[in-house]
């Protein structure tokens, strides 16, 4: 298969910097993402069975970015990294072996908590519901309960590919998932009988697929691992763990906003939680097509700079890439803001799902539009510490961004009466404190951070990306009289692409040629 060749990437994709290759192949699993809640929406719309679903899916996705994304694909580089550089083969080995003995005793562990004690899991995240919704979203949440061990096992192979510089399959392997969801969705309803519980099983089966795809990449790099019960819990591993724990408490304070949020949401009207769901996903494409796979290509870079003690590069890669992740979200977080209502309609209004519910997603949307940026700029800015081995600064960090956020939320939720709306924009603007946190944090840490050049660039790029938009508006309107909401919306994404690439070649922005880096 050419695009997963070992000799760098794929000759496909050799045009382009290690980046936007892991961004391509996102994008790729972006696609089949959508595609996957497209058809959610379609079959179960909008309603108590879905609300109940999508916060029984949001307590193992909360603790996969606690465990799989936020240390066995992350925070294990660095030590992978440094253990693959030795001359002694049985070191990096001896590595893999003792940490997957103890990540799987502890996935086994975790898992038998959610299964047995779903009710009480059910309740902290959403009180608010009534006791039918209670039943079922733990009855789900039970069903679905083997998926942490599957997607952290996976998040695991992501950190040892990673640490090789191995992006692309990775980065791949959620098309495997998405596609195993879909195939369990459409073969009940052609052939059986669609419901709610089949969803739950759905789940599980494209975890498996995600994990079983990525097993012969990591046989082909000689990365196997297997048990080790001979002091698996040794100096080394102990000094992993040492670091992994402040990171997992400050992720949990992080991620603690997905709690607060869906707490407050169970209290509001029915469809909220799924409204403010679906709105995530739309944001979470630039996210995870630009922000997570820079930020995964350039941790091994940090980590060798900072071992090196080469902190003028260490500061002027974070420098280059923010300013990268600048040039490429900005766009994004003001088209959904502009276009943002006719993309909901297009993608969501049908079947079961409303022209209503689309709106109500929309205005979700928009919100969280406006902390795009900044969320983009936390998880870039966080790989620094990781790379300096510094989680505490994270943890103090993430804890005031959660009492910021539970304020908020409070305030403009309920104080304001702007409902799920509310819930969105207090994530959007304790995103923004968190960011501005870390950022002035992190050059106290390693000099050369340039704080006011970021700021600068950034009104640069919005003003470039709200003259391309409207151009694109006006230009589409002016030469097409067709009733298609989506053909408009396409032609009008194609012209604002071409202007903002006009513009930004006018400008001699540099960030467009490290596309093709």
Known sequence: MVIFSSKGGGKIFNIFSSSIKVGIL???????????????????????ETDAFYVAFRIPNLFRRLLAEGTLSTTLVPFFTEAQLSSDTNIFRNLRNNIFTLVFFGLLFITGIFYYFSSELINIFAFGFDLKTKELSADLLKNMSPF?????????????????????????SPVLMNLGIIAVILFSYFYFSLNIQVLSYAV??????????????ILK??????????????????????VIFPQIFGLAVYNLNILVNTQFASFLEKGSITYLYLAERLIEFPLGVFAVSVATTILPTLSSQYLKKDYIAFSQTINEKLKFLIFLSTP??????????DLCSVLYARGEFSIEDSLSTYKALMAYSFGLIFVAGVRLLTQGFYAARNTKIPVIYGAYNLGINFLLCYILAFYLNLGFFGLALASSI???????????????????????????????????????IFA??????????????????????????IFFTFISKMFRLKELRMIFK
């Open 332 to 341: 994004f977080a003001l088209a959904f803001i502009l276009l943002g209502q």
């Open 26 to 48: 996102t994008f790729i699993s972006r696609v089949f993402g959508y595609l996957r809640d497209l058809i959610i929406t379609f079959f179960f719309g909008a309603n108590f």
């Open 430 to 468: 304790s995103s923004i404190f968190l960011f501005l946190f870390l950022l002035f944090r992190l050059r106290r840490l390693i000099k050369g951070i340039k704080i006011y050049e970021f700021i600068k660039y950034l009104i640069i790029i919005a003003l470039i990306s709200f003259a391309s």
């Open 148 to 172: 942490l061990f599957l997607i952290s096992l996976s998040a695991l192979n992501m950190g040892l590919l990673n640490s090789i510089n191995k992006f692309n399959a990775p980065a791949f």
């Open 221 to 242: 790099n000689n990365l196997g691992y297997f048990f080790n019960f001979t002091n698996p819990f040794n100096n080394k591993t102990r000094e992993i763990f040492l």
């Open 204 to 217: 599980l089966f494209g975890a498996l697929l995600q994990y079983a795809f990525q097993v012969p990449f």
């Open 472 to 497: 694109g508006i006006y230009i589409v309107n002016l030469l097409f009289d067709s009733k298609s909401i989506l053909f408009l919306l396409i032609m009008t994404v194609i012209m604002s692409i």
